[in-house]
């Protein structure tokens, strides 16, 4: 568990977010009293990652995977709550509805991250050393699913501890649910999962890239100043 330990202030920085608007949207008269929930749904696959690529058992690691896949497209579903607009109008010049706009904004893109960063935590993990292909597979099939996922939650009102409390209606449903509307739905989102997806990825790849040639310029820097002070 050291991973908590190293990276304590950044997890409960992230926690504190969380908790902040969750309290700021129970406080304030708003129409979307709703993603109390579903941003605390989001947050539960960052915890099921952090707690999967601390642990060091193989059980551990192997449980809070899968609940980890399961819960996942809960934070990406909450793109999907872009449709509540039409129950606020979508008239930008009335001022209270920039207020409108903003929580439930906010609310849909912290969700988002959360669940973008809980992947790229257990790619990090588990996809280390794999190189770029195996990345970007894993990508597009957690996309698939995701999408997949939210289809079921958006359209069949299923959850994902159904899973556990109603096995057969999930497997019911999963069977019935097969249609073009199905298809296109799960083929469009995906490929709009990918796209977001794919540009996190390789944009942290960057910022990354970057904080290492910066530390490599200072450590040169710091041995040349070193040997000039040898010599001298």
């Known amino acids: 568990m050291s991973l908590f330990k190293k990276n304590i202030n950044s997890i409960i920085m992230v926690h504190l977010v969380v908790g902040l608007f969750i309290a700021f949207v129970y406080l304030t008269p708003t129409h979307f ?90 790619m990090h993990r588990f996809l280390k050393k794999k190189g770029p292909w195996p990345s970007l597979i894993t990508l597009g099939i957690v996309s698939w699913l995701s999408s997949f996922g939210i289809y079921l939650g958006r359209f069949l009102r299923l959850n994902s501890w159904d899973v556990f409390t109603n096995f057969d209606m999930v497997v019911y449903y999963m069977k019935t649910s097969i249609s073009r509307h199905m298809f296109a739905f799960v083929g469009l989102f995906a490929l709009a999962q990918f796209a977001i997806l794919v540009a996190y990825h390789y944009g942290g790849r960057l910022l990354v890239h970057l904080a290492q040639q910066e530390q490599e310029e200072a450590n040169r820097a710091a041995n040349d100043q070193g040997s000039e002070i040898s010599e001298n």
């Open 33 to 122: 009293e709703f993603l109390m929930w579903n941003v605390f749904l989001a947050l539960l696959p960052l915890d099921f990652a952090l707690i999967a690529i601390s642990s060091r058992l193989k059980v551990t690691q192997l449980s809070f995977s899968i609940l980890w896949l399961l819960f996942f497209p809960n934070t990406m579903y909450m793109i999907t709550d872009f449709i509540h607009l039409q129950y606020i109008s979508t008239a930008l010049d009335v001022r209270y509805q920039y207020f409108n706009y903003s929580v439930l904004a906010a609310g849909i893109f912290i969700g988002v991250f959360l669940g973008i960063l809980s992947l790229e935590l257990m």
